[in-house]
């Protein structure tokens, strides 16, 4: 049995940290244009970058993407 107390209860809203600290999401931001620079004028360096680095691209978005 679920006993679930009376009256109000005290709640806090805690506001999220940021996951990256300022200095490392811009490296992350770099990074990706830096990247995409590549794919577009040296696409034989890009393709060697990422050969051996399956999923890089996609987990630096993923950061980039959860950071408020």
Same mark, same amino acid.
């Given at each position: 049995?679920?006993?679930?107390?009376? =009256?109000?209860?005290? %709640? %806090?809203?805690?506001?999220?940290?940021?996951? /990256?600290?300022?200095?490392?999401? @811009?490296? &992350?931001?770099?990074?990706? @244009?830096?990247?995409?620079? &590549?794919? /577009?004028?040296?696409? +034989? %360096?890009? %393709?060697?970058?990422? @050969?051996?680095? +399956? =999923? /890089? /691209?996609?987990?630096?978005?993923?950061?980039?993407?959860? @950071?408020?």
């Amino acid at each position: 049995m679920i006993v679930i107390p009376k =009256g109000d209860i005290p %709640t %806090t809203i805690i506001p999220p940290e940021p996951m /990256l600290s300022v200095e490392d999401f @811009q490296l &992350l931001r770099d990074f990706e @244009q830096i990247m995409d620079s &590549l794919k /577009l004028y040296d696409n +034989k %360096t890009y %393709t060697e970058t990422l @050969q051996d680095r +399956k =999923g /890089l /691209l996609d987990s630096v978005k993923m950061l980039l993407r959860l @950071q408020p």
